[in-house]
């Protein structure tokens, strides 16, 4: 199984950018699907990006579409999510999964192991 660390995240005003990042160990994450959810208080996890094991293709939550960008580096066996235009309504606890297989998925059952999170808050 691939243990999986967040770090990254932090207070920003609004309007400001983050990048987290997601250090795996155990094994190499070049053939696993990874992916960023999030939680906010009170609400369920949701996704927010994946990108498959090459980076050929990425996939993006409505809400993050167009101020977010996932990434890897497998030789670094490290993933990023680069938030920009950061809102009040993106703080949460973002987490960092991964799912064995080709396939890229929005669901987090999909997923096979999860980091502990990073706490992202975005202040108005």
């Known amino acids: 199984q691939v243990q999986l660390v967040e770090s990254g995240g932090g207070l920003v005003q609004a309007g400001g950018s983050l990048r987290l990042s997601c250090a795996a160990s155990?094994?190499?994450?070049?053939?696993?699907?990874m992916g960023w959810f999030r939680q906010a208080p009170g609400k369920e996890r949701e996704f927010v990006s994946a990108?498959?094991?090459?980076?050929?293709?990425?996939e993006y939550a409505d809400s993050v579409k167009g101020r977010t960008t996932i990434s890897r580096d497998n030789a670094k066996n490290t993933v990023y999510l680069q938030m920009n235009s950061l809102k009040p309504g993106d703080t949460a606890v973002y987490y960092c999964?991964?799912?064995?297989?080709?396939?890229?998925?929005?669901?987090?059952?999909?997923?096979?192991?999860w980091g502990q999170g990073t706490q992202v808050t975005v202040s108005s």
């Open positions: 999964a991964a799912r064995g297989g080709p396939y890229v998925t929005i669901w987090a059952h999909g997923y096979d192991s």
């Open positions: 990108i498959s094991g090459s980076g050929g293709n990425t």
């Open positions: 155990g094994r190499s994450i070049s053939r696993y699907v």
